[in-house]
């Protein structure tokens, strides 16, 4: 069993540039292709970021794949995501996830087996 623990979140301004970042215990890190996941006040959850299911390539939502790099450091079992220019609509709260490599797609939500508890994301105008 993966136990996944988001951190990195905050209030930030209209943009300013943040890094999330999500420890990953209890399994072996390099088994699995991450993702990120957020959702709105008053959304559903949405893809965001991921590796392929051979975790060597990185796909992004089309509304952030311009800001957004998704990133992982197997030797800390941490994945990241760099956000850039962040913009009000980026508020939300932020999840990782974590699905077992060979698991093709990553864009929903199904296709992962573990999910951290999210950090929040606040961005004023």
């Known amino acids: 069993q993966v136990q996944l623990e988001e951190s990195g979140g905050g209030m930030v301004q209209a943009g300013d540039s943040l890094r999330l970042s999500c420890a990953a215990s209890g399994g072996t890190f390099s088994m699995y292709a991450m993702g990120w996941f957020r959702q709105a006040p008053g959304k559903e959850r949405e893809f965001v970021a991921a590796?392929?299911?051979?975790?060597?390539?990185?796909f992004y939502a089309d509304s952030v794949k311009d800001r957004f790099t998704i990133s992982r450091d197997n030797a800390k079992n941490t994945v990241y995501l760099q956000i850039s220019s962040l913009k009000p609509e980026d508020t939300a709260v932020y999840f990782c996830?974590?699905?077992?490599?060979?698991?093709?797609?990553?864009?929903?939500?199904?296709?992962?087996?573990?999910w951290g508890q999210g950090t929040h994301v606040t961005v004023s105008s």
């Open positions: 996830a974590a699905r077992i490599i060979g698991v093709r797609g990553g864009r929903r939500e199904s296709e992962y087996a573990y």
């Open positions: 590796f392929t299911w051979s975790g060597g390539s990185t």
